[in-house]
């Protein structure tokens, strides 16, 4: 089970980083949420795999799985939901703006042209 279950996040995480060395938009999008996957697997798994144990402790049980984890999954989820739509959000009107989804920079784009007397001191 836990070769199955490393093989898995090891798989997510190389589609999630193939994706994300393209150069448009939605496959960037698409590789973040892949890498996002395999880290809340890989959360999950560090809490180790226990299957029909409950995860609080009651009177009479000696086995429990420990629920951090799973906590540290769930709101992983929810943090990733919220990112993944602002990413959308920002590609659509990125999309909208120029008429292309590429990701690409252009070196000219990178470096912002400042006047001739920007790097003075305006004393």
């Known amino acids: 089970m836990e070769f199955l279950l490393a093989s898995a996040i090891g798989i997510l995480m190389a589609v999630g980083i193939y994706l994300l060395l ?33 995860p609080i402790i009651r009177p009479g049980v000696t086995d429990y799985t420990d629920p951090l984890p799973q906590a540290l999954v769930l709101t ?22 120029t008429g292309s989804d590429a990701a690409d920079v252009e070196r ?9 007397g920007a790097h003075r001191d305006s004393r």
């Open 22 to 54: 393209e150069r448009r938009m939605l496959p960037v999008i698409v590789g973040l949420s892949f890498i996002s996957y395999a880290v809340n697997l890989f959360l999950l798994a560090m809490g180790r795999l226990a299957i029909d144990k409950p």
């Open 76 to 97: 992983a989820i929810v943090i990733a939901f919220g990112m993944t739509a602002l990413i959308v959000v920002l590609g659509l009107r990125a999309y909208l703006e």
């Open 108 to 116: 000219t784009d990178m470096v912002r042209e400042f006047g001739a």
